[in-house]
Nanobody
Framework: QVQLAESGGGLVQPGGSLRLSCEPSGFTLNYYGVGWFRQAPGKEREGVSC????????YYADSVKGRFTISRDKAKGTVYLQMNSLKPEDTAVYSC?????????????????????WGQGTQVTVSS
């Protein structure tokens, strides 16, 4: 079955770190643009980061710039989101999405809302 699954979420104290994984089943993410989104209760979904499939172009929302890093493991065909210096306002459900379109990850606007695959999401809670 072709699907995406996120892992690595959890409860962390302010200032802590988490690494989220976006793991495909039945395919590799090496040829996909991949985006990370988050949605907090009562708020709209926000594209926080993405990475393009060919030139490795990345995007970060201003709210996470300098704290989050997106990366690929081409050997595993997976994508990660390293989150450092976490803040309570980072609390949300984080989801990854993938699209074959080479321009899916815009350096100016971030990941597109339309994707070929979406994961179910993983909860990240930042609280003391």
């Amino acid at each position: 079955q072709v699907q995406l699954a996120e892992s690595g979420g959890g409860l962390v104290q302010p200032g802590g770190s988490l690494r989220l994984s976006c793991e495909p089943s039945g395919f590799t993410l090496n040829y996909y643009g991949v985006g990370w989104f988050r949605q907090a209760p009562g708020k709209e979904r926000e594209g926080v980061s993405c990475i393009s499939p060919n030139d490795g172009r990345t995007y970060y929302a201003d709210s996470v710039k300098g704290r989050f890093t997106i990366s690929r493991d081409k050997a595993k065909g997976t994508v990660y989101l390293q989150m450092n210096s976490l803040k309570p306002e980072d609390t949300a459900v984080y989801s990854c999405a993938a699209h074959t379109y080479w321009g899916y990850c815009s350096a100016a606007d971030g990941p597109g809302e339309e994707a070929h695959y979406w994961g179910q999401g993983t909860q990240v809670t930042v609280s003391s």
